[in-house]
């Protein structure tokens, strides 16, 4: 059974950085991708970024390019989001998803994640 589980949402201030992680369990061996996808109220889910288990390739939207970084620690198997010059409008709720798939990423809705974490909040205050 595939798990994803993530940490280290919280309250900042703009211009500060914060580091999520997104846990992932249930996957024999890299043949998945993991994402970075974000909600804010009222708003539809935005992707952030992503990460290829498969062959390391990494796609970011243009809104967190140069400010936000994805990586993975494979002995720990753990994808973070490092989020730095955090903005009021990288207030969301933050999710980690999964799918299996022997190639690059992608962060548009247009095909599905299939696991998805519960979420954490992140909240950036002016």
């Known amino acids: 059974e595939v798990q994803l589980v993530e940490s280290g949402g919280g309250l900042v201030q703009a211009g500060g950085s914060l580091r999520l992680s997104c846990a992932a369990s249930g996957f024999s061996k890299d043949d998945y991708i993991i994402g970075w996808f974000r909600q804010a109220p009222g708003k539809e889910r935005e992707g952030v970024s992503c990460?290829?288990?498969?062959?390391?390739?990494?796609m970011s939207a243009d809104s967190v390019k140069g400010r936000f970084t994805i990586s993975s620690d494979n002995a720990k198997n753990t994808v973070y989001l490092q989020m730095n010059s955090l903005q009021f409008d990288d207030t969301a709720v933050y999710y980690c998803a999964a799918r299996r798939f022997n190639g690059g990423c992608w962060i548009t809705a247009t095909v599905p994640y299939h696991y998805w974490g519960q979420g954490t909040q992140v909240t950036v205050s002016l």
């Open positions: 990460l290829s288990k498969y062959d390391g390739s990494t």
